[in-house]
């Protein structure tokens, strides 16, 4: 699907606030309603618009510690990768996970978590034991300077 600049435009719109009404979005982009909830529901049909989330402050909900962690498989084979993968995404502090090269590592995973009492009982009675890690190397973030959702169109 080739996006115009309107659509371009609805895209940044819905970013910055996923509730807005189609009448507002409509006059920010300068479209009448109707057209624009069609464009709207185009662009979700077409899976550009994925999902629709509310975005949480963590230090409010007491998730003051975020954790990024190497995790080193022992076999580089598909079916371990995808065993850890889905073990990773049952865990609830994890919050995003990759597959990483030009590292010893081979995966990359985001964990938020209380403090590090938390940490540790996560690293150690959770994340270790899922079958083929061998290592784990955690760096402790200490500030978030940039923080951003929205995706450059």
């Not at 409509?26 to 509310?54: F, K, M, W, Y």
């Not at 909900?61 to 598909?78: E, F, I, Y």
Request: hydrophobic share 40%; glycine share 2%.
């Amino acid at each position: 699907m080739r996006l115009d600049k309107t659509d371009k435009l609805i895209l940044k719109e819905l970013q910055k606030n996923a509730r807005i009404s189609n009448l507002e979005l409509a006059d920010r982009v300068a479209l009448s309603p109707t057209p624009c909830a069609r464009r709207v529901n185009r662009l979700e049909q077409a899976g550009i618009i994925i999902a629709h989330r509310t975005l949480l402050d963590p230090e409010k909900l007491n998730l003051n510690l975020t954790v990024l962690v190497s995790v080193t498989m022992d076999k580089h084979t598909a079916d371990r990768f995808d065993k850890f993968e889905a073990a990773a995404a049952k865990l609830p502090e994890v919050m995003e996970c990759y597959i990483v090269t030009g590292q010893d590592s081979d995966f990359l995973i985001k964990v938020l978590v209380r403090d590090m009492r938390h940490y540790e009982e996560f690293l150690l009675r959770r994340l270790t034991k899922i079958e083929g890690v061998s290592g784990v190397h955690s760096s402790f973030v200490l500030r978030q300077p940039i923080d951003k959702a929205e995706l450059p169109i």
